[in-house]
């Protein structure tokens, strides 16, 4: 059984850093691709953020490149977003998910486990 929750949300001025992570329980944590998604009031849930089972690659929603960054540890079982330069927008429900059938993707559909979301707000 795959557990992940996420933490480090909260609220933060706009211009300012917060770090997400996302702790995962299991053996396999390893094996998967991880993803970063995010669902704000009254929209559907978006893709931030991919990282593949190694690390070694990574993949971002294009307003997302520059201003955040997907890491892992795999030895630690944890995903990490830092997320810098934050604006209003940002504002959302994050959530991490694991994606277990090989894909290195940002399409929620493939994700297969699914955190409870952590809140981030920005204000200005």
């Known amino acids: 059984q795959v557990q992940l929750v996420e933490s480090g949300g909260g609220l933060v001025q706009a211009g300012g850093p917060l770090r997400l992570s996302c702790a995962a329980s299991?053996?396999?944590?390893?094996?998967?691709?991880m993803g970063w998604f995010r669902q704000a009031s009254g929209k559907e849930r978006e893709s931030v953020a991919a990282?593949?089972?190694?690390?070694?690659?990574?993949d971002y929603a294009d307003s997302k490149k520059g201003r955040f960054t997907i890491s892992r540890d795999n030895a630690k079982n944890k995903v990490d977003m830092q997320m810098n330069s934050l604006k209003p927008e940002d504002k959302a429900v994050y959530y991490c998910?694991?994606?277990?059938?090989?894909?290195?993707?940002?399409?929620?559909?493939?994700?297969?486990?699914w955190g409870q979301g952590t809140q981030v707000t920005v204000s200005s």
């Open positions: 990282i593949s089972w190694s690390g070694i690659t990574t």
């Open positions: 299991g053996p396999t944590f390893s094996n998967y691709a």
């Open positions: 998910a694991e994606e277990t059938g090989g894909l290195l993707t940002r399409r929620p559909g493939p994700y297969d486990y």
